[in-house]
């Protein structure tokens, strides 16, 4: 253990001095928050620092404690895992540890830490801070630090963030890694079920999470599992005779494959581990199937990256600095989280204590309390699987007279995610005991065939027949942009032919005007007084109504894999800058997140337009970023320009300006990735969030049994729209959103909530402010 250094402390500059570390397991997307960290520190005013190797830098200090530059950062967003490393440390256990990390804090005059890692490194982190005062004290009392020395000292003020795979903090929807690695597993199982299916074998897959099923949950909803296995709510007693049972019934209904997820830590309700192993014999043994086992193992843990995790480090480092400076030695440490698209400040003991509760639940067998413990979202995903692996149980089906027919249409582009929530819609229906009645190829699809074609065009779907659909890109009862109003009468028609008793919508901005259109058309066709939901999915993200529609993660995904090869190529050319041409229609939202995910230098919107100042500012901005990056190899840049952010600078045009007035100093090319955007297989999120969407919805559906037409005609709550709202998944009403929150001209919502985010790009990729506004 190295000694405690007696060095004077840096003199005090005036300027806060913001320290940042990873510790614990790493995770993909801590590169891209210590980057946020550092810069943000930095535009701010105050000096950054990395702390190398977790705790165990803090407590040797000295090179251990790097004062960092913009540049050291360039392109770390990108990069999987923590490139200023990650360790257990045991000295820190320690007192005599904790205090040389004092000691060495004080002594390059650190005011600030931000610790990102999981609840362990939280509980450290809190525990220094609460143990500060005295450990200052024992520095002077033991004459290793002088009393002025110490005086500017006398708070630490610390910020968690949350970096894990595992997604086991409570408090937070999603940590810092947990999308990578959720991503990593799905693109396994993928895989692993074409070779299954033909085989017709079963598949025993063991991921990661020792006290947390997120992983293997969300997986199994992803990849539609037929059996999940999670530490926080074990199965029955008799769970060998369970999962025999639901694995028979799905062969029975004609499945080729099998897939049982069982996470790490998975036990029965006494504890006792339920191993793959014990999985597999009795897959073999009992139902007869030929069976393997697949521990994933730590790529799941490796790799860039998810867009989600890039954008969740980076606006959880961003607001982590602001935390520190708006901190005051009363203001208890706070731990940064995100409540559905809200990035909120908690109190990082409180979610600490709450997260061992839940491991302390599971330890006293009070998995009820366990699962409470867990987010909402846990145990409305813990339900959504159960009710669409279930194929028999008759305590979910209603009563005849509350069954429906349920109309499931999909609506303009393609997105992805759109079949894994029309196949859990279809479970659903099945499950409680309604019809799922596909309405295929859209609007046109329905009138064009109702007379000679009527069971091509409109058709019951049966379990088996959406089983598959959980990880299809693409549409599998195919779409159509074209809207009602070409033929409402034969719409309405068709909704009466087909005893349609309720609408499901699935689709983007034409979905939406869609039923606005049949909403507005009640006053003449009794047929549309039925309750209608849009499902918003789109890649664009730009369904007013909700901050998230389905679809869009795949298409940030999609970009940043081909910006990365981009940039990659740009780097090695040294000099050159690519103008990258997003889709989104009228809005920058692909755009600016894109941009937010692989540090670009600059995003073009259409909502801010591009003006020839704007064009000539960012060329001075590229002159300067050159000249300070000569020679690195991660100096390729990136712009991102929205498809119709300008009529006259197009995209290829930008590029020439560019490489014309740069003065020879630097290349530019554009690139246009089309409808590469649309992803081939839709991401984990979009998939999972499908399915949250697609079962809510029905449930909301229901609520509606029992009202006559007039009645149903009359609730503005008829015609609604679901999605993700600030911290809350809500139902507005079409009535309202269509009135008050939708601009019709631009097809998009009147207030984007994303719009400051292009601040957050400009900063951290250092462009000045001012550009925007000239
Ligand atoms: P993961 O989720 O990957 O397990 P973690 O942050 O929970 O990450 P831990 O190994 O529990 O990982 O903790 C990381 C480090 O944090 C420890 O090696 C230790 O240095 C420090 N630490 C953890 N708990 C304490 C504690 N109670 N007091 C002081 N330091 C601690």
Redesign the pocket.
Known sequence: MAEINLSPPAMPTGKKKIAVMT???DSPGMSGAVRAVIRQTIASGCVAYAVYE??QGLVDGGEMIKQMQWEDVRGWLSEGGTLIGT????D??ERAGRLKAANNMIEKGIDALVIC????????AD?FRSEWPSLVEELVATGKRREEEVKPFKHLNIVGLVG?I?N?LSSTDATIGCYSSLDRICNAIDTIDSTAFSHQRAFVIEVMGRHCGWLALMAGVSCGADFVFIPENPPSENWEDEMCSVIKKHRELGKRKTTVIVAEGAHDQELHPISPSRVKDLLSKRVGLDTRVTTLGHVQRGGPPAAYDRMLATLQGVEAVKAVLEATPETPSPVICIVENKIVRKNLMEAVKLTKQVAADIESKNFKKAMEGRDAEFSEYWQAFNITTATDKEDLRLPQEQRMRVGIIHVGAPAGGMNAATRAATAYCLARGHTPVALHNGFPGLCRHHDDKPLGAVRDIDWLDAENWASRGGSEIGTNRALPSEDFKTTAYCFEKYKIDALWVVGGFEAFTAVSELRKAREQYDAFKIPIVVIPATVSNNVPGTEYSIGSDTCLNALITYCDAIRQSASASRRRVFVVETQGGASGYIATIAGLSIGATAVYTPEEGIHLNMLVEDIKFLKEQFTKDAGSTRSGKIILRNEKASKVYTTEVIADIIKEESGGKFDSRFAVPGHVQQGGTPSPMDRVRGVRFGIKSLQHLESFHGKSKEEIANDPMSATVIGIRGAKVKFSAMEKIERDETDWKDRRPLNEFWMNLIDVVDTLSGRPKSFRAL
């Open positions: 510790s614990g397991g977790g705790y360790a257990r440390c045991m820190f256990h890692g999981g609840d362990g490194s939280l509980t450290g525990r894990s595992d086991d």
